[in-house]
């Protein structure tokens, strides 16, 4: 990642702008309370998480300040509408804070706007009515700038509360067979920036694994980032206080 305005900040502000992600399909259940227990340690902003993980959760961070996030229409969006309002709807009364949901990528490409406005509108109803917030992933890699701008003013209007860049599982075939991905890149970020409005948050996820690279999107107005290299970066944190100068790319 790039660099132009330079951002400071301490390890304690670091560890709230987190996520801890904890959303591996082959996470077991010990693995999950381990990474419970590291985001506990770090107070981190939440614990990202699959929703049958939730009563662990609550068991580890009651008490902690540490968030507790679950995902619905994990990871590729293509569920009913119906069917993530009771996702949405069961995490929340489970004791999920937040919410993060997949857009159905399908009918975004597809350009059936009614249909991507109402499913967000109606979710984020059923998540605010029960005193949670929701974020809305994009899946970038999967869509062109268009796409992202119509999807940040659909999700500006609604008032959502985040808006996210990807699910660190949306890999793209390549012209060589083999499949990757991208997640958060700085153009999407500035780009998401620009068309989300003042009162919806960004949340970065997919590729943020560094220190330098959190204190850069965090330059940008980031102000939730998806990591599950949350060890490394606090580490790395805590250890150089007050935390080192990063630079937005420059626009040149």
Known sequence: MAS??????TSPQIAKLIDHSLLHPTMTDEEILAGLEVAKKYKVAAACIKPYSISM?????????????AVIGFPHGNSTTTIKV????DAVKAGAHEIDMVANV??????????VTDEIRIINEAVVKNGAALKVIFENDYLEDEHIIRLCKICADISVAFVKTSTGYGFVKQPNGFYSYKGATLPHLKL???????????KA????????EVLTVASLGVTRIG????????EEAI??????????????
């Open 192 to 202: 998401m920036k620009a068309n989300v409005g003042p009162m919806v948050q960004i």
């Open 86 to 89: 009771l996702e949405a709807e």
């Open 106 to 115: 399908g009918k975004v490409l597809g350009g059936d706007w009614e249909y």
């Open 57 to 69: 959760a609550k068991n580890i961070l009651d008490g902690s300040g540490v968030l507790i996030c």
């Open 239 to 252: 250890n150089r206080a007050p935390c080192p100068m990063a630079r937005l790319p420059s626009s040149r």
């Open 205 to 212: 996820a997919g590729g943020v694994r560094t220190l330098s």
């Open 227 to 234: 990591a599950s290299a949350t060890v490394a970066i606090m």
């Open 4 to 9: 132009s305005i330079p951002i400071a900040m």
